[in-house]
């Protein structure tokens, strides 16, 4: 069984950094498409960025074009969000999932096509 667990949430100033990391346990990720969700108070989960498991395509919803970036490493099993110039409008909680695929470079930011979730990890935008 796969299970997932983020880290790396916090406090930070408008325009600031932070570095989420997506740590998988029980099973290999080489196997899996990676997806970064987030949800605020009040709103849907939206999809933030995915990754394909052979790292040859990433995508970004474009409120985030620019100032996020996704990465994966395979041998620590773990998929990173880079998060740069923070805005108080990214302020949310933020989720990885990941779902089982055979083609090596394919990944979608669609949440009902995931079937492993993390706990997530809170990421507040406040100065």
């Known amino acids: 069984q796969l299970q997932l667990v983020e880290s790396g949430g916090g406090l930070v100033q408008p325009g600031g950094s932070l570095r989420l990391s997506c740590a998988a346990s029980g099973l290999p990720l080489d196997y899996y498409a990676i997806g970064w969700f987030r949800q605020a108070p009040g709103k849907e989960r939206e999809g933030v960025s995915c990754?394909?498991?052979?790292?040859?395509?990433?995508r970004y919803v474009d409120s985030v074009k620019g100032r996020l970036t996704i990465s994966r490493d395979n041998a620590k099993n773990t998929v990173y969000l880079e998060m740069n110039s923070l805005k108080p409008e990214d302020t949310a909680v933020y989720y990885c999932?990941?779902?089982?695929?055979?083609?090596?470079?394919?990944?979608?930011?669609?949440?009902?096509?995931?079937?492993?979730w993390g706990q997530g990890t809170q990421v507040t935008v406040s100065s």
């Open positions: 990754i394909s498991r052979n790292r040859g395509l990433t």
């Open positions: 999932a990941a779902r089982p695929t055979n083609i090596g470079n394919m990944c979608a930011m669609t949440k009902d096509t995931y079937g492993y």
